[in-house]
């Protein structure tokens, strides 16, 4: 076999000739690997995705061209990017089989799907097929598994191998792969449940820090959101007061306005949520929520109900003063907790 990995430098910064499994973890830089095609069983490969924008596609697309890819298997289920390859390379096959990442069991269907589409391709001795999901971590190594251990590899060898070249996999889904195999080859459910226990122990015995495999990719992927949580806060606090100290503007002032931010944040959050649910052509104009409008006021009514039925306290006969004391409250709490969310949406995966 004479490709990656035999080939791939272990990381872009690492200044070692190492190969990648013998890598401590601080040595492998996950942005480096996330679209590097890798050769994991004889011209089959584990990659991450096409770029979204146009100049980044058309760059990685050439590399896997140049690589000698004639077939690509997509399992993203996010995402397809079928159109766009047809228009670039017409003579790619492109085969779009998309799967959830969240962790729960993927159904044999889609193991059968996915092979299928890689042993079909595999069976022309001048085809390469590349699998890829969003980052090559999960969904695109355990597919390519499956498909090592139909074609005869142990599971072992085929864990080592993916693990071998391509160092940021973590091949999540592998235990499904392996009750999968077994139930195609009709095995009893002794020999099922040990290709299980198997897998399961190798990824037990050699873990990767797949949170920060992640993590390290989306900042590259979203540098705003990496901008945001190296940001110093405390020292931009300090600034804020430096500014206020010197007459600039006053601190309280600029407390007030950032609060102000936030609770139009949350009504035009639920302003959308509403027009979604009731549908925006059925409301009329004349009624028709701005982004200025006052469509949160309804969310802290709900939730201050919510809090006096927990206490048994009737929300209709508070008194005037009570009750807006209380929707004040709400409506501060949920203020505070914007900038918070807002800072954490760049996390979910």
């Known amino acids: 076999m004479t490709g990656n990995r035999k080939t791939i430098p272990a990381g872009d910064d690492s ?34 995705d096409l770029p979204s924008d146009s100049e980044g596609f058309q760059r990685v697309l050439g590399e896997w061209l140049e690589a000698g890819i004639t077939h690509i298997v997509d399992v993203r289920s996010e995402w397809s990017d079928a159109d766009r390859v047809a228009d670039a390379a017409p003579d790619l096959t492109y085969t779009w089989l998309g799967t959830h990442d969240d962790g729960g069991i993927q159904e044999a269907a889609w193991f059968d799907a996915g092979v299928d589409a890689i042993t079909m391709g595999l069976g022309d001795p001048t085809a390469r097929v590349l699998v890829h999901c969003h980052m090559g971590v999960n969904r695109a190594p355990s597919l390519a598994f499956a498909a090592m251990i139909e074609l005869g590899r142990g599971v072992e060898e085929a864990l080592d191998a993916i693990r071998s070249a391509r160092p940021i996999a973590a091949i999540a889904y592998a235990a499904d792969a392996a009750r999968w195999f077994g139930e195609r080859r009709s095995m009893d459910g002794e020999s099922v449940q040990t290709a299980c226990d198997r897998t399961r122990a190798w990824l037990a015995a050699n873990p990767v820090a797949t949170g920060w495999i992640i993590s390290r990719i989306r900042e590259v992927e979203h540098p705003e959101v990496a901008k945001m949580a190296t940001a110093d806060w405390d020292a931009g606090l300090e600034e804020l007061r430096d500014l206020s100290d010197q007459g600039t503007r006053d601190f309280e002032d600029l407390v007030d306005h950032n609060r102000e931010q936030a609770r139009n944040l949350i009504q035009q959050w639920y302003e959308l949520q509403a027009g979604d649910l009731i549908g925006f052509e059925e409301i009329p104009d004349f009624i028709r929520p701005e982004p200025t409008d006052r469509i949160g006021a309804v969310v802290v009514e709900g939730l201050a109900q919510s809090f006096c039925e927990i206490f048994d306290i009737d929300h209709d006969v508070l008194g005037t003063e009570q009750a807006e004391r209380l929707h004040a409250q709400v409506l501060e709490v949920l203020a505070q907790g914007v900038p918070i969310g807002l800072s954490a949406r760049g996390e979910g995966s």
């Open 15 to 48: 200044g070692t000739n190492l190969h990648p499994s013998e890598l401590p973890t601080e040595l492998i830089d996950p942005a480096a690997w996330w679209r590097r095609p890798c050769e994991v069983d004889d011209r089959l490969y584990v990659c991450g």
